[in-house]
């Protein structure tokens, strides 16, 4: 017998049996629901005091029976029906009312958020006999209004055929017909997936404007087609839902309207919060911080790298290791798992933890490597120059025009994963090591600050750091901050650092020499190698001062700038990594 869901505690066993043997009804697909499992069902919950539900799928199979109480029922997980974008989830929700009312707000709710083909409440007589049936289906484009449903005039369920009276197959065709219509005027087939964005802060609007400028531009990086953005201010956020169930019942019909595959939240959402957004839409959701790791595990190309991002991913996922699906929690059984056992989940989560500790023993070993790279580095007595700098501000760029160097080099954040370094002879026959680094972004995910030892440790055997600020960013001065925080944090601000002010070139000269001023920065052009005359001159002075022991921090440009100097970059020196 095909299982029952919900409140089934304190009932008769012959009213178990019955609530059982409505598995063996049929429903012809033109119909909502047939006269005699209407009145069934009305009888059920006459005699029970409770709400009987039906998800029937389109063949007339009853998918699943729900016992509710006498004010609602709850649907079990469904994702064994899948919504694509244009088509709705294949299943109809069918329920009775104890008292006569029409569809409630958590009809309507369920009906959005589960992407359900109709929605249907029954209300009996005071006999327990079907008296109306009411009837929602979700809009394919938002009304005039504002409303995202429709709903349908009472059916009176009191003279013969009357289940009848509503073309359940045509209607829902007609719905979904009119749904692919809608996404097809809007939609571009460009292969990509399709994402809303979603913001929901507590910060200034302006803020929470550039952070929901640069999460579009991460999710571009990563492939990601962003077809609409929604931004919720909130005095406090939501600790369950992040943002209110209304709000979210909204975002989920606006996302089906829109055709998207999935909705990224620019905060970084806890384990708690997934699952119970998870649990009351069906689209994919995931934070900022995944969506970053993701772009991570795209670029990785070294080993070194692919091991860091698979760790930071695994720590990422190890405590919101949870799933919707009820088999998973079943126990494992046959032969050497009967018993308790574990679940399938934990199984899950011992397998992540046994990975994260093979992993950490492969970077151990990395680590060793690198430590004999490096004493070999030192032996050789040269000078190491780490280019730092927010994400996509030109560190790569300016790595090949100093160097006359082919590192990828994009404008995209984080095209840059993996350290390179290259060798660089200053016109006064100094040789110094160059190294590009990945770039930071604000609230960088911790577990990426732990996994990326790589570039970490380039950093602390740096002499002289050039921090490169893309000072045609309008939140340059934010970006200079977040870099700053991250070098504190990490303990590499007792480094010298030159501030470089790229991109300069599209800025006027008076708000150039306004900068200046402001950060002591020097103005360059990466794709110019005329403009880096003042930066190799004043590197090479630091880096000479650094041989007699008397470095000190550079934060300013010289009053007099350095005249021109010649420089060329080694092209036949292969990378250190």
């Known amino acids: 017998m095909k299982k029952v869901y919900g409140n089934t505690g304190g009932l008769r066993a012959t009213q178990i049996r019955r609530i059982e043997n409505l598995h063996h009804y049929r429903v012809p697909p033109e119909e909502v629901i047939s006269e005699p499992l209407a009145a069934e069902i009305c009888l059920l919950t006459h005699e029970t005091r409770r709400q009987i539900g039906l998800l029937i799928d389109r063949s007339g199979r009853l998918a699943t029976v729900i016992v509710g109480d006498h004010r609602k029922i709850e649907i079990p997980d469904t994702s ?33 958020l589960l992407h359900l083909d109709l929605m249907a409440a029954i209300t009996p007589t005071p006999g327990g006999d079907p008296k109306e049936m009411h009837i929602a289906h979700i809009l394919p484009a938002p009304a005039k209004n504002g409303e995202r ?30 749904l692919s219509h809608y996404q097809r005027v809007r939609r571009v087939d460009t292969g990509k997936e399709r994402a809303i964005l979603v913001s929901v802060t507590t910060e200034p609007r302006d803020r929470a404007m550039a952070s929901m400028d640069e999460l579009a531009e991460l999710a571009r990086s990563c492939g990601i087609q962003v077809i609409d953005t929604v931004m919720q201010s909130k005095k406090k956020i939501n600790p369950r839902f992040v943002m209110g169930t209304g709000k979210l019942e909204e975002l989920t019909v606006h996302a089906m309207q829109q055709g998207a595959d999935l909705i990224i939240f620019d905060q970084e959402l806890n384990p708690s919060q997934i699952k119970a957004i998870t649990d009351l839409t ?75 500790t093979r992993l950490e023993k492969s970077l151990d070993n990395l680590k060793k490597q690198r430590s004999q790279q490096k004493a070999k580095r030192a032996r050789n007595q040269l000078p190491v120059i780490s280019i730092i700098g927010y994400t996509n501000a030109g560190k790569s760029t300016l790595l090949n025009t100093m160097t006359h160097s082919d590192v990828l080099a994009e404008s995209r954040l984080f095209a840059t994963l993996d350290p390179s370094s290259r060798r660089l002879r200053f016109p006064r026959e100094t040789d110094v090591i160059i190294t590009d680094t990945v770039g930071f972004i604000r609230d960088l995910p911790n577990e990426l600050k732990v996994a990326f030892r790589a570039t970490l440790e380039e950093l602390e055997s740096a002499d002289i750091l050039l921090h490169v600020i893309d000072a045609s960013n309008p939140a340059y001065e934010s970006h200079m901050a977040s870099v700053e925080a991250i070098l504190s944090e990490l303990d590499l601000d007792r480094i010298p650092v030159i501030r470089v002010l790229n991109k300069t070139d599209r800025l006027d000269s008076e708000t150039v020499e306004h900068l200046v001023a402001g950060t002591g920065g020097i103005p360059i052009c990466a794709t110019e190698s005329k403009t880096l005359n003042p930066l190799i001159d004043k590197m090479e002075t630091m880096v000479q001062s650094s041989d007699e022991n008397s470095i000190t921090v550079a934060r300013s440009v010289a009053d007099k700038d350095p005249g021109p100097g010649e420089w060329a970059g080694n092209t036949d020196e292969k990378a250190i990594h």
């Open 282 to 356: 069906e689209f994919r959701v995931i934070d900022r911080t995944q969506l970053i790791l993701d772009i991570f595990a795209q670029r990785a190309t070294s080993r070194d790298g692919k091991i860091q991002v698979e760790l930071a991913q695994l720590k990422y996922m190890l405590p919101r290791l949870a799933t919707k699906n009820t088999a998973m929690s079943r126990l494992t059984g046959g032969i050497g798992g009967r018993g308790p056992g574990e679940t399938k989940l934990e199984i899950n989560r011992r397998r992540a933890r046994d990975k994260i």
């Open 80 to 112: 064994d029906y899948k919504a694509p974008p244009g088509r709705l989830k294949g299943i109809r929700c069918v329920h009775t009312h104890v008292k006569d009312e029409r569809l409630t707000k958590d009809d309507i709710t369920d009906l959005s």
């Open 149 to 178: 449903h429709r709903l349908l005039d009472p059916v009176s369920l009191q003279t013969p055929d009357a289940a009848a009276a509503v073309d359940c197959f045509a209607l829902i065709k007609a719905v979904e017909d009119e």
